[in-house]
């Protein structure tokens, strides 16, 4: 008898213990005052039952919104959500904040279990997905306090919407976060300690990138301890935008499904794979196992070029050793018969959710935090709203003009629901030419019935 | 001889200890720099005064979740582990089976499905939405039944003889026995639960939930990666569970087990 | 009589087994065998997370056949596996065995080894990425010392092995524990006797130790199978499964295809087959450990 009291009251024991921690835990976290402001408040729901917004005096409606972290952007959109909360006080704005390769993921998470989610931001390359699987919602003009949607586009520069990846199918379902375009950039120092004019040799062709490139590379007994040029070889989508550029400037077609696949019948498919790779096999610049980010390799001064940064870097290049003022975009090098297209253009659009039961008050929102491109500038972030002041262009992005005027002639990337999927192909395609001497040919041959597989299946 | 391998098991964590002490430029400096050039203990600060996360608040996280999701499984592992090694009742070696197949099933796979079920259960985002799923380790279940299995049947039944009930057996007799079994799960489940990413990535959604592994790896930014705090981060998530260890495994080395019946 | 009454009574005796595995039957199908049953439900299907479920029958496992990557992947966690099974075998039971003898230093020694298991793989994967570099540490000793040139994360013939490396730093001291808690069950009293008989080293190990630790040795191999064949974030974190597709595991092409391509039928249908591999060896280790009486 003893004994059975025992197990049932350790059991008992143990199952209470667990009820009053949730409890507990329920409570705890509305009592918290987190650091991060008052964006984000309680969102956790315990036990069945401690229901929080339900029944409560006050019927506020929350808007969950969930865009990647980027130091020191959070604080500014943290500060967004405060002083929207201020204007509007029956709306709750919460803030989710994830790792940018996981934040679609998180979002695809919500939308299949009907989570929380009003709105989210994410790049153009993600978004075609989001938009071609009827997931997310047209703009909606009266929102913006607008009659019309022309209206509403018109609040940005042209073609912006396009570029940051709210369009999709003649329909126009997210409004522009951030424009970037990636340019080149080199290290002026460098280039000064190998005699080499800042200025006047500044390559405009990929031969001339190469000889530069050469010029600056350092070995130390066979090893390349600082590369002329680096790319980050193991996440796939940093060559990816590079041999897309180098592809559209050989005249192929690589924003299209159909374009990318018809493109890899061609000899110019293999001239720009050949130009790419050769910065590893052949020019001897390359070295993919010095690191493996370049934007960290760049800002450390273990690289003296690379080809995948944006307006924004400035403000990252702050936290490295490598001086903003040893540092300089430049436009992308063309073919010396190629067409006149500069790297990659590219986005993060702001969408609403189609699960959203407070579809115009997302809206509004997402209006008021895309409203503040001045702030925004500050940290180098470059944003097409109309209201934004070239002034301050000029003082926080040096050499706007190589971004800016590069922008129209960028490369169109890839807009297709499977990107990933091709992405990793053509990664996957570079790096067997790099990593297992493949040959170009036979990589582009594979690389072709990858992507057949991928489109067909 | 021991030295050695002890210090080559260590080096990486050494090199990751004197890393969180460096500046942020000199972690990946070429050349290699051991010690670092310019004492930066200002990284652990950063960490624990985080404006965007709350680690202090994210440790008291992971020791709720812990502590339950241990306790708990150190009772289903024990009671379950017990009644597949000791008794034999029809489709024992199936249902065995199934717990083990619990393992081979790799957690990517199973988690929307899971997911979707904790949602429904409005655990979401919740102290019990990671605790529960958490508790439960095939391994440990395996690890108690094959401890218990070498526990010799003479002394249950000479117990049984004695008039002892099942669960009287149990707890005075198992138990007591299995110490080192015990210690052995309570260890390799708290390290797991500690360090589990994957589940809590997609179980919490609001900032004050979040666990250690979780804040850690959102230091991983798109652009910069302050690599310094990020280890520093690292570095205080093994402190509590080392002590722990070092803790557990002096009282494992007293635990000796002495069988053999009296009689 | 006796007897009679134990036999009837010892048989009702043991569905208190029922009992006792109860609790945990319970949970386990809530949360675990639940969502594994949907899971391979779902294999027979196309989903992407939010559009409808299309049924497409035995489709998947037939693209899956003829897959080159899914082939490609299945080889490499095999290769993987089992050598890293090996290693890890023979280092971690040799590491218990020292440690069962009375050395100075026990504890920390014992602590420095297991150091690995409890670090959290996110910030211990940027140490090793550092070292593997170029020009990290261990390329500077390899070139200084053994004068050789060793591409540790760019070859897509070494990499394999580097993982490896990194994966049985990590995991030996996990078994290390195992075994010697094993050990340190075994009754001196056994080993007393046979010192008495005039047994030396090896004649105890193999006629004692090992026997005495059959349940262990179960437990262990049947263990490490397992969890190694399911290496994921190791493969995520410090090579995104490259160089060539050379370190890139079942689970982390199930991860890529569920969660990057939003395939997760077709995901479903390769944890299905890594379920299907890892039963069959789970048996067959059960089978021959329990013949081995």
């Known amino acids: 008898m003893k004994k059975l009291i025992t197990l049932s009251t350790v059991l008992i024991l143990v199952v209470t213990l667990i009820i009053t921690f949730s409890i507990v835990g329920c409570k705890a976290t509305t009592a918290t005052a987190t650091t991060a402001g008052a964006a984000t408040t309680a969102g956790a729901v315990t036990t069945a039952g401690a229901a929080t917004t339900a029944g409560v005096a006050t019927q506020k409606i929350k808007i969950t919104y969930v865009r990647w972290t980027q130091p020191p952007y959070d604080d500014m959109y943290l500060k967004f959500a405060k002083d929207f909360m201020a204007k509007n006080p029956n709306i709750e704005v919460e803030i989710l904040f994830y790792p940018d390769p996981d934040a679609p993921g998180k979002v695809k998470t919500a939308m299949s279990s009907g989570g929380a989610l009003d709105c989210f931001s994410v790049n153009n390359f993600e978004s075609s997905w989001f938009m071609a699987n009827n997931t ?97 070889l193991k996440a796939s989508v940093f060559p990816f935008l590079i041999l897309s550029a180098l592809m559209e400037q050989k005249g192929l077609d690589w924003s299209t499904e159909q374009g990318l696949l018809s493109s890899l019948d061609k000899p110019e498919a293999i001239e720009a794979l050949k130009t790419f790779t050769g910065w590893a096999t052949t020019d001897g610049i390359w070295d993919p196992g010095l690191f493996d980010d370049e934007r960290e390799g760049f800002g450390n001064g273990k690289t003296a070029t690379f080809l995948t940064g944006g307006s924004w870097y400035w403000g990252v290049l702050k936290q490295y050793s490598v001086k903003n003022e040893d540092v300089m975009p430049f436009k992308y090098p063309r073919f010396k018969d190629g067409k006149d297209i500069g790297g990659v253009g590219y986005g993060y659009t702001s969408m609403v959710a189609k699960q959203s039961k407070n579809k115009e008050w997302a809206w509004k929102w997402l209006d008021y935090m895309s409203s503040f491109p001045n702030v925004i500038i500050t940290g180098g972030l470059y944003q097409p709203r109309k209201t934004l002041d070239p002034a301050l262009v000029k003082q926080y992005v040096p050499n706007s003009d190589v971004f800016v005027n590069e922008l129209p002639k960028a490369t169109v990337a890839l807009t297709s629901t499977k990107f990933n999927e091709i992405k990793d192909a053509v990664g996957a395609a570079i790096d067997r030419v790099i990593t297992k001497g493949m040959s170009n040919e036979d990589s582009i041959k594979q690389l072709k019935i990858d992507v057949t597989q991928i489109l067909t299946k | 001889m021991l030295i050695i391998i002890g210090l080559i098991f260590i080096f990486p964590i050494i090199w990751m200890v004197l890393s969180s002490l460096k500046l942020n430029k000199d972690v990946l400096a070429i050349p290699i720099k051991f010690l670092p050039p310019t004492w930066n203990f200002k990284s652990y600060y950063n960490v624990f005064t985080s404006q965007g996360y709350d680690f202090p608040r994210y440790f008291l996280n992971s020791v709720i979740v812990a502590i339950f999701a241990v306790l708990i499984n150190v009772f289903l592992s024990t009671i379950a582990g017990y009644g597949f090694a000791k008794y034999k009742f029809k489709g024992n070696s199936f249902l065995f089976i199934v717990i083990l197949s619990t393992m081979m099933i790799p957690f990517q796979s199973i988690i929307i499905p899971l997911f979707v079920l904790i949602k429904k259960m409005g655990l979401a985002n919740s102290y019990l939405g990671l605790i529960l799923p958490e508790s439960l380790s095939g391994f440990c279940i395996f690890l108690m039944r ?3 299995k070498s526990i010799p049947d003479e002394v249950i039944e000479s117990a049984r003889v004695d008039g002892a009930s099942e669960f009287r057996i149990f707890f005075s007799i198992i138990i007591p026995m299995s110490k080192l079994a015990i210690i052995s799960i309570i260890i390799f489940h708290l390290q797991w639960v500690w360090n589990l990413l994957i589940w809590p990535l997609i179980v919490i959604t609001s900032p004050e939930m979040r666990t250690v592994p979780l804040g850690i790896s959102l230091f991983s930014g798109v652009y910069f990666t302050p690599y310094p705090e990020q280890l520093a981060a690292g570095v205080s998530a093994i402190a509590p569970i080392l002590l722990l260890y070092i803790f557990l495994s002096r009282y494992f080395q007293t635990s000796i087990n002495i069988t053999g019946l009296k009689e | 009589m006796k007897r009679k009454k134990n036999s009837y009574y010892y048989n009702k005796l043991q569905n208190y087994g029922y009992i006792f595995i109860a609790p945990a039957i319970i949970m386990f199908f809530i949360f675990l065998i639940y969502p594994m049953i949907y899971s391979f439900y779902l294999s027979f299907f196309d989903w992407n997370l939010v559009g409808p479920k299309i049924f497409v029958g035995f489709k998947n496992f037939i693209n899956l056949l003829s897959d080159g990557r899914f082939l490609n992947s299945y080889k490499v966690t095999i290769y993987f596996t089992f050598l890293s099974l090996l290693i890890i075998m023979i280092l971690s039971f040799f590491l218990a065995l020292s440690f069962t003898a009375n050395i100075r230093f026990k504890n920390i020694l014992q602590s420095m080894v297991f150091l690995p298991v409890i670090c959290t793989m996110v910030a211990i994967a940027i140490v090793w990425k550092f070292m593997f570099q170029s020009t990290g540490l261990l ?35 996990y078994y290390m524990v195992i075994f010697l808690a094993g050990l340190l069950n075994i009754p001196e009293v056994y080993y007393e006797a046979a010192e008495i008989d005039g047994a030396g080293f090896w004649s105890k ?89």
């Open chain 3, 139 to 173: 390329s500077y000793i390899s070139s200084i010392i053994f004068h050789v040139k060793i591409p540790w994360l760019t070859s897509y013939t070494v990499a394999p092995y580097s993982m490896i490396f990194v994966y049985v730093w990590k995991a030996v001291g």
């Open chain 2, 146 to 148: 094959q401890f218990i």
């Open chain 3, 205 to 293: 190990l193999i006629y004692i130790t090992i026997p005495q630790l059959k349940n262990t040795i179960i437990l262990a191999f049947t263990s490490c199978v397992i969890f190694t064949f399911s290496a994921f974030e190791q493969q995520y974190v410090m090579t995104g499964g490259g160089p060539s597709r050379s370190t890139e595991v079942l689970g982390l092409l199930i991860y890529k295809e569920a969660f990057e391509y939003n395939k997760f039928g077709y995901g479903s249908a390769i944890s299905v087959m890594f379920f299907i591999t890892l039963l069959f060896f789970s048996i067959i280790q059960l089978r021959i450990f329990k013949s081995e009486t």
């Open chain 1, 136 to 232: 997310v919602e047209e703009i909606m003009p009266s929102a913006f306090g607008k009659q019309s949607l022309q209206e509403v586009i018109d609040m940005w520069e042209p073609g912006s919407l396009k570029v940051t990846g709210g369009f999709y199918n003649d329909k126009y379902y997210g409004i522009p976060e951030e424009e970037a375009n990636y340019s080149a950039w080199i290290n002026t120092a460098y280039m000064k300690e190998v005699g080499l004019d800042p200025v006047k040799d500044i390559p405009t062709t990929w031969d001339e990138f190469v000889n530069v490139a050469k010029k600056m590379t350092v070995k130390k007994g066979g090893t390349i301890t600082r590369d002329g040029f680096a790319t980050n």
